[in-house]
């Protein structure tokens, strides 16, 4: 199974861009779905995560901002990203955490300009 993201592109500052992550197929065991991103020259960073619960959790750099959701019958997870910053540049890569490991998209860019 493979992640695919897609969404990323140039922005203005302000605005608004939607990332998504489809599955190319079933994943078992899920426990949660998470956005994270790298900007350049920095690491890794979670943005959001969304349990098989529901419960939703946002790093505090993007509460407000970004929401993290999902379609478990389309079998993709999505971020919302409004009022983009300068500092939201990155790559955003999606991942899915299971019982039995870790799959993760390849990553997608998002480049917001003033």
């Known amino acids: 199974v493979q992640l695919q993201a897609s969404g990323g592109g140039l922005v203005q500052a302000g605005g608004s861009l939607r990332l998504s992550c489809a599955a190319s197929g079933s994943i078992n065991g899920i426990k949660v779905r998470r956005w994270y991103r790298q900007a350049p020259g920095k690491e890794r960073e979670w943005v959001a995560a969304i349990m098989t619960s529901g419960l939703i959790n946002y790093a505090d750099s993007v509460k407000g901002r970004f929401t993290i959701s999902r379609d478990i019958a389309k079998k993709t997870m999505y971020l919302q990203m409004n009022s983009l910053e300068l500092e939201d540049t990155a790559v955003y890569y999606c991942?899915?955490?299971?019982?039995?490991?870790?799959?993760w998209g390849q990553g997608t860019l998002v480049t917001v300009s003033s």
């Open positions: 991942n899915i955490n299971t019982l039995y490991g870790h799959y």
